[in-house]
């Protein structure tokens, strides 16, 4: 995944990322791990 941008604001984090197609979406479920593990940090 390309990651294109990041916003904090306070606790809040939005995270943008290159990709329309449906293997972009898949590689989303695929990083959902990584993503929870960031959430508990």
């Not at 390309?2 to 990083?31: C, K």
């Amino acid at each position: 995944m390309q990651q294109l941008s990041e916003v904090h604001a306070g606790r809040f984090e939005l995270l943008g990322f290159a990709g329309n197609t449906a293997p972009d979406h898949v590689d989303h479920f695929q990083a959902e791990p990584e993503f929870l593990e960031r959430l508990v940090r």
